[in-house]
């Protein structure tokens, strides 16, 4: 038993120690950004501790020193370049060791290339990486109305990874699902769940391959069609929480939650994301699913299907990728497709016909901006 005379003491060493935890588990003060009209309860939240942890991992890695157009093409160097022909050696060697720190830099070389023979097609990855680079292309000349300037590199997605640490597989019911009653694809919080909820297990494949109808909302008085199902509904809104993750932000970075489908009281980011799904969506179709037939079997999801990419896969988490650095500002030759060499040039003539080799390059970096306020 405790004496009278202890209890005091004990009782006060009680209340320290709660309050000694509540101020260890107090969270930091959010950080707040306004993203619309006053009133309209539009405000970005996000936690200094997450946002601290998120800047380190997005950091520009630095840029190889440039290299000159001078020499031959590399189409006329070496053996079996078929779209990167019309740079110039220096250039060729300069992007190969880029590619090489963003995509491979613990395998090197060899990630690609077979040994010394570095025209041989013989390893997959050297066939993806061909495709990737005209992706890159592609999305950077194609796509401003989603990457603006900033574009996009392979660092944009791999981070010093091969394989990409967001991609996503066609979802496929589990053996005898039909048995157990018709799960819907939904209802189990497995770690391929969006947000962990038990929203719809193939969001991605509905809406960033399928091209279904993202809006619910009734435009009559009287539910019509499809768009009235509860279902429905739960489809869009777990896009719309992988959109939410994948960027980092709240639903009112986009919407004014008034009125969800509303495009005049909506932010102007929700048009830049709108681009964007269409961008994923044309991505995974014309790029990423047809390079099945180039994989080995163990890098295919469970329905033999390509892996393919999703907002978090360029984003992580952020909601301009590197927080709006560009990656491309040093790399024009993945600005857009790389020119075919000209022919050998006639006998010399007086007046010169190419670029200066120190041209500028034609995209500039973008600062970093916050949400804007
Ligand atoms: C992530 C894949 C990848 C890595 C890593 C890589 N390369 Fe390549 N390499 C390619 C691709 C793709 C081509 C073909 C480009 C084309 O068709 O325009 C190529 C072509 C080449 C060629 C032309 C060979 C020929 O005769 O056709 C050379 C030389 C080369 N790479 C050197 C290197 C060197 C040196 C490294 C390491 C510093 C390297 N590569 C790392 C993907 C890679
Ligand atoms: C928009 C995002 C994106 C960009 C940009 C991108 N990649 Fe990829 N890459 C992917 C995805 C998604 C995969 C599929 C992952 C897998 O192979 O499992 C992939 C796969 C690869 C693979 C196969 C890896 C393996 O072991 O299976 C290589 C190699 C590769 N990319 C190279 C590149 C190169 C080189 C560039 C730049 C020229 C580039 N990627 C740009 C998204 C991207
Ligand atoms: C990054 C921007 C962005 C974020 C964040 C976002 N949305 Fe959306 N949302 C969109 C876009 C773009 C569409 C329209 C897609 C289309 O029309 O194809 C949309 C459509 C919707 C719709 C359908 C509207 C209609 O016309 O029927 C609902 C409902 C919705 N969002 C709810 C949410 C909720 C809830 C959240 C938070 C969990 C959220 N959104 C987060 C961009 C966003
Ligand atoms: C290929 C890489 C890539 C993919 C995939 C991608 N984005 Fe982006 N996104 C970018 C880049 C790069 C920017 C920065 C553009 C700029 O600087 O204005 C950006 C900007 C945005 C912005 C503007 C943010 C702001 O504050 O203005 C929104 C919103 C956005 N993306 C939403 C999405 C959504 C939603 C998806 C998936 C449906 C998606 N993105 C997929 C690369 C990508």
Known sequence: ???????????????????????????????????????????????????????????????????????PPASQVYQNVQVLGGLSVPQFTRLMLSITAWVSPEQGCNYCHEGNNLASDALYTKVVSRRMIQMTQHINADWQAHVAQTGVTCWTCHRGKPVPSEIWFNHVDPPRARLA????????????????????????????????????TGTESLPYGNRSSIKQAEWTFGLMVHMSEGLGVNCTYC?????????????????????????????????????????????????????????????????????????????????????????????????????????????????SSPPAG
């Open 255 to 367: 919407h004014n939650s008034r009125a969800f489908n509303s495009w005049e009281t909506s932010n102007p980011a929700r048009v830049t994301a709108w681009h964007g799904i269409q961008m994923a969506r044309s991505l995974n179709n014309e790029y990423l699913d047809p390079l099945k037939p180039v994989y080995p079997a163990n890098r295919l999801g469970p329905s033999g299907d390509a892996p393919k990419l999703n907002c978090a896969t360029c984003h992580q988490g952020v909601y301009k990728p590197m927080y709006g650095v560009s990656t491309l500002a040093n790399y024009a030759e993945l600005a857009a497709p790389v020119p075919a060499p000209a022919p050998p040039a006639p006998p010399p003539s007086d007046a010169p016909t190419e670029a200066p080799a120190d041209a500028p390059a034609s995209a500039q970096a973008t600062p």
């Open 181 to 216: 009653g018709n799960n819907a694809r939904q209802n189990k919080a497995d770690e391929n769940a969006i947000g962990m909820t038990s929203l719809p297990q193939d969001v991605f494949q509905t809406f960033l391959l399928g091209d279904s109808n993202i809006r619910v």
């Open 1 to 71: 038993m405790i004496k009278h005379s202890m209890r005091v003491p004990l009782r006060v060493a009680g209340v320290a120690l709660l309050a000694l935890a509540a101020s260890g588990c107090e969270m930091p003060a959010e950080q707040k950004a306004q993203t619309g009209y006053r009133g309209t309860g539009m405000i970005d939240y996000q936690n200094p501790r997450i946002v601290a942890a998120k800047q380190a991992a997005n950091v520009v890695p630095p840029a190889q020193p440039p290299a000159p157009a001078v020499g």
